[in-house]
């Protein structure tokens, strides 16, 4: 009796245990399979991001490749031309000014060529650059996925130094957005709403364009070869996307780049010009000339807006001292 009572409990415990250890198994099983998988997924990832490296690294060789080839050469007619124009000076003829006008006319089409691919090897660049700031942490915007301040700053010294050397022109935008509370119609998650705000800035954009998060709240487009009219157009259609897409109440203010500018100053024109966007409560635009801040119709003024407006509502702002 004892016996059978205690062979009974043994088989209990038995089956207990094998249960236990069947179900160890199965978790242990499924726990290997998840880790695999996960560890697959990463691989995968891995490999599929340092492809794309690789193929970055490739289009900047190849481009840098170009570069050199394209200039080699045009020095080489630099300086055959250099030669014929020594040559005319040492013997001035009747003919000489026909001479010249051949010579130049032989440089000048080599020379717009050269400009041109210049100009696409500079887009290209560009291109590639934006690509690798997405490898580095250091230059993107954790929340937004946008670029930070620092990359920001990095390609606002770049277009100076353009613009020192070549006059190249660039224009800068800064944008804001509502707060979300003040509209229900909304989501209202404020992380969401800036995610999307952001999104939407980088999708509207150029390739060349660089899109950056400079703030809490405020996020800047720096537009190489673009003039005032050129910023003013994509971001009347920037406004008008977040209208219809987000629902939400957007500023912008806009500068161009001027002969005496700095970084510090050009982003503190367009501050300006932001801060008297920011004092409607409707989507617009303000543009800064160097001169005057000066409010910009868009096509977002709707006739219940602007009769909102008390009458004596400035549309031009005279800075001080201009």
Excluded at 134 to 154: I, K, L
Excluded at 182 to 209: I, K, M, V
Excluded at 245 to 256: Q, S, T, Y
Aim: glycine fraction near 4%; charge should be negative.
């Amino acid at each position: 009796m004892l016996f059978a009572s205690m062979t009974s409990s043994t088989q209990g415990i038995l089956t207990d245990t094998m249960a236990l250890a069947a179900v160890a198994l199965i978790g242990y099983l499924f726990g290997h399979r998840s880790r695999k998988l996960h560890e697959d997924s990463a691989n995968g990832k891995l490999s599929f991001e340092l492809s794309r490296a690789a193929q970055i690294a490739k289009e900047l060789q190849l481009v840098a490749k170009r570069i050199r080839q394209d200039v080699s050469s045009h020095q080489a007619k630099i300086t055959k031309f250099n030669s014929r124009i020594g040559g005319l000076q040492t013997k001035e003829t009747s003919d000489s000014w026909k001479m010249l006008s051949s010579e130049a006319e032989a440089l000048l089409a080599p020379t717009m060529k050269l400009s041109t691919n210049l100009s696409v090897s500079y887009d290209q660049l560009r291109k590639q650059t934006s690509q690798l700031m997405n490898f580095a942490d250091s230059r993107t915007d954790p929340q937004t996925g946008v670029h930070n301040r620092r990359a920001m700053e990095e390609q606002l010294d770049a277009l100076f130094s353009l613009h020192a050397q070549n006059d190249s022109r660039f224009a800068l935008a800064l944008f804001s957005m509502g707060d979300p509370s003040d509209n229900n119609s909304y989501s209202s998650n404020p992380d969401n709403q800036l995610y999307e705000f952001a999104e939407l800035l980088e999708g509207s954009s150029r390739d060349t364009d660089l899109v950056a998060r400079c703030s809490t709240e405020e996020f800047v487009v720096l537009m190489p070869h673009t003039s005032l009219a050129g910023a003013t157009i994509y971001s009347e259609r920037l406004l008008r996307q977040i209208d219809e897409e987000l629902g939400c109440v957007a500023w912008g203010g806009i500068v161009e780049v001027q002969t005496k500018d700095t970084p510090r100053n050009i982003l503190s024109r367009a501050d300006s010009a932001l801060y008297s966007a920011r004092t409607n409560d409707w989507s617009c635009l303000y543009l800064h000339n160097g001169k005057t801040i000066k409010h910009h119709e868009t096509l977002h003024h709707t006739t219940q807006r602007i009769s909102s407006v008390e009458s004596s509502d400035p549309s031009e702002l005279v800075l001080a001292g201009s």
